[in-house]
Nanobody, 117 residues
Framework: QVQLVESGGGLVQPGGSLRLSCVAS????????MGWYRQAPGKQRELVAA???????MYADSMKGRFTISRDNAKNTVYLQMNSLKSEDTAVYYC???????????WGQGTQVAVSS
């Protein structure tokens, strides 16, 4: 089992920045990739960014150039640096971890990000 704990959400003005953190614990050696998803009210959960154990990153098109995902293996932590935030970035952000064989998805409890003036 893998446990994921997010932190760093909050209220920020448009154009501002936030950094989310996700600490993984448990059988973390089994994880192949970690990332962030978000879910806005009335919308489906969507991928924000992901990073593999090899360091390969991927981003949703609307986040490219504004968000950066990174990881600190020594701390078992994944970060999401969010810059130039917009009102449409308001959502609950979930940390995600994936094991490939067999396929298992792990989720954090979510952290709220609100972008408003």
């Amino acid at each position: 089992q893998v446990q994921l704990v997010e932190s760093g959400g909050g209220l920020v003005q448009p154009g501002g920045s936030l950094r989310l953190s996700c600490v993984a614990s448990g059988t973390i050696f089994s994880i192949n990739a970690m990332g962030w998803y978000r879910q806005a009210p009335g919308k489906q959960r969507e991928l924000v960014a992901a990073i593999t154990t090899g360091g390969t990153t991927m981003y949703a098109d609307s986040m490219k150039g504004r968000f950066t995902i990174s990881r600190d293996n020594a701390k078992n932590t994944v970060y999401l640096q969010m810059n130039s935030l917009k009102s449409e970035d308001t959502a609950v952000y979930y940390c995600h971890a994936r094991r490939d064989r067999p396929r298992v998805d792990y989720w954090g409890q979510g952290t709220q990000v609100a972008v408003s003036s």
